[in-house]
């Protein structure tokens, strides 16, 4: 074999009945990412040259999500669930091209590593025909156990089927598994499903090699990397995992977290260098901050693009499409959507920017509202640059608000206001010397009327 290719086969055809859920297992997410675009992208990010994704038969959402997130992916679907490795077979047109490994991947095990997925084809071999990867969990309940003898693996014992000895064994699957190409049907196609789930048990791939007088290794890894999901407190307990790994990973990449622990991080978050991030902020998914950008505490950031030395919250929010230029300030309690903010504007205090463009150097006053929705439709609003926006005024979207302009505060604008002019939408006010003593008056005599 002069090449050396591998196909990745994901399986996440199971009902994940213990989720109760009416969403698919594998589309639970953590870090802000399907469980199976999880394994997809530890897919991607080894040297895997190509993947398919075993399904269930109601499962066009899932099939939904492979293509959004793998679009080279096959889709194969399982109509009945019969087991592991009854849904490896509904790949068999894929698997009889013809492969130096197949690697078989669960969709509900969201944190392996891309080295681990390379660690585990590169134990193929002339020697080993199937190579397992292992892991010791605290708490071993309900997984396969892996039985070797005189140093090598010669069979998987699901927790169902184990004996008292064999549910002692520390040593647990984790569910991925390697498979020599050459090999792969044929092992494949001999598994039974004699046991106490009458399921076709892709762990019984194993004990058959060996009856081919075919070997099998097992190789380890770490319980956070390969935990399984099978239920929302697991999914509570990946989420926990992940979170530490891209804490860790954003202070060794130069991040400063001021208290990791309460920073929450999407699996696609992304930082420039020098970044600070203050406690309790929580990123969704799509953000990049960059260099010498601050995010002050208890803001919440989603889909949004920060600027050079930009400065965010306290208590700001960020909703998908914000997009805020070098050094703009976003202070408390204002959010910004769908919106442009270019360089060195500051709104910072208490607004919503919704659907528009603040041009370089604008003010927003306390208190502005984009007025995007009509109750049908969302229209932008355009601030120039240079503007400044009085507090509490309304921009009544669609408008235009020229560059250098000066709307004054309080102000209901509908009309597009031109460049460095003033506009002021709001009633005028009347003032009445005296009037508040004479109602006094007039008031303290009727209350003694009525009383005597
Ligand atoms: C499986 C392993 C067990 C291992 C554990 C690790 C088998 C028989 N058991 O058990 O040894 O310790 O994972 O987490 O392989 N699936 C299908 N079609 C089916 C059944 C399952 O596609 O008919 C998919 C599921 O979507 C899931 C994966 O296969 O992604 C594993 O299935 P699951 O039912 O979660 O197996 P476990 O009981 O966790
Ligand atoms: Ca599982």
């Given at each position: 074999m002069s090449s050396n290719k591998c196909l990745a086969i994901v399986l996440a055809a199971g009902e994940g009945t213990r989720m109760r859920s009416s969403t698919p297992k594998v589309l639970h997410r953590v870090a802000g990412r399907t469980l199976l675009a999880?394994?997809?992208?530890?897919?991607?990010?080894?040297?895997?040259?190509?993947?398919?994704?075993?399904?269930?038969?109601?499962?066009?959402?899932?099939?939904?999500?492979?293509?959004?997130?793998?679009?080279?992916?096959?889709?194969?679907?399982?109509?009945?669930?019969?087991?592991?490795?009854?849904?490896?077979?509904?790949?068999e047109p894929a698997i009889a091209r013809g492969w130096d490994q197949v690697l078989v991947l669960f969709g509900d095990t969201p944190l392996v590593r891309p080295a681990t997925l390379e660690?585990?084809?590169?134990?193929?071999?002339?020697?080993?025909?199937?190579?397992?990867?292992?892991f010791r969990p605290a708490d071993p309940t309900g997984y396969g156990r892996l039985i070797i003898r005189d140093g090598s693996l010669v069979a998987i014992r699901e927790d169902k089927d184990a004996s008292p000895e064999e549910r002692r064994i520390d040593l647990c699957n984790a569910g991925l598994m390697a498979l020599r190409g050459d090999v792969a049907l044929a092992v494949l196609q001999q598994i039974g499903n004699d046991n106490a789930k009458r399921?076709?048990?892709?762990?019984?791939?194993?004990?058959?090699?060996?009856?081919?007088g075919l070997k099998s290794v097992a190789l380890e890894a770490e319980e956070k990397e390969v935990a399984?999901?099978?239920?929302?407190?697991?999914?509570?307990?990946?989420?926990?995992?992940?979170?530490?790994r891209l804490r860790r990973e954003a202070l060794e990449a130069g991040v400063t977290l001021v208290a990791p622990d309460t920073v929450f991080l999407a699996a696609d978050t992304r930082f420039g260098r020098d970044v600070t991030v203050e406690p309790y902020v929580v990123f969704g998914p799509g953000v990049t901050i960059e260099d010498g950008a601050v995010i002050h505490a208890f803001s919440h950031v989603e889909g949004a693009r920060v600027g050079k030395n930009a400065s965010v919250g306290p208590f700001a929010r960020l909703r998908p499409g914000a997009r805020l230029g070098e050094k703009v300030r976003i202070g408390n309690f204002v959010e910004v959507?769908?919106?442009?903010?270019?360089?060195?504007?500051?709104?910072?205090?208490?607004?919503?920017?919704?659907?528009?463009?603040?041009?370089?150097?604008?003010?927003?006053?306390?208190?502005?509202?984009?007025?995007?929705?009509?109750?049908?439709?969302?229209?932008?609003?355009?601030?120039?640059?240079?503007?400044?926006?009085?507090?509490?005024?309304?921009?009544?979207?669609?408008?235009?608000?020229?560059?250098?302009?000066?709307?004054?505060?309080?102000?209901?604008?509908?009309?597009?206001?031109p460049a460095d002019a003033l506009a002021v939408g709001r009633g005028?006010?009347?003032?009445?010397?005296?009037?508040?003593?004479?109602?006094?008056?007039?008031?303290?005599?009727?209350?003694?009327?009525?009383?005597?």
């Open positions: 999880h394994a997809l992208a530890a897919v991607e990010q080894a040297d895997i040259a190509a993947s398919a994704v075993i399904i269930g038969p109601d499962h066009a959402a899932v099939a939904d999500e492979v293509r959004r997130v793998a679009p080279g992916a096959e889709v194969f679907v399982q109509s009945e669930r019969l087991g592991t490795a009854h849904a490896l077979l509904r790949a660690r585990l084809r590169s134990a193929i071999g002339p020697e080993a025909a199937v190579a397992v990867l292992g399921e076709f048990y892709l762990t019984d791939a194993v004990a058959v090699a060996a009856a081919q399984g999901v099978n239920d929302r407190g697991q999914l509570a307990q990946a989420e926990a995992a992940l979170q530490q959507k769908e919106a442009d903010v270019e360089a060195g504007a500051k709104a910072n205090h208490l607004s919503y920017i919704g659907d528009g463009r603040v041009g370089a150097n604008a003010n927003i006053g306390a208190g502005t509202i984009f007025c995007n929705y009509d109750g049908f439709n969302k229209h932008r609003t355009e601030v120039g640059a240079g503007a400044f926006i009085g507090s509490n005024s309304a921009l009544v979207s669609p408008v235009k608000v020229g560059d250098g302009a000066y709307v004054g505060s309080g102000s209901v604008i509908t009309a597009d206001v005028r006010q009347v003032v009445k010397e005296g009037w508040a003593q004479k109602l006094r008056a007039r008031l303290s005599r009727g209350k003694k009327t009525a009383a005597g």
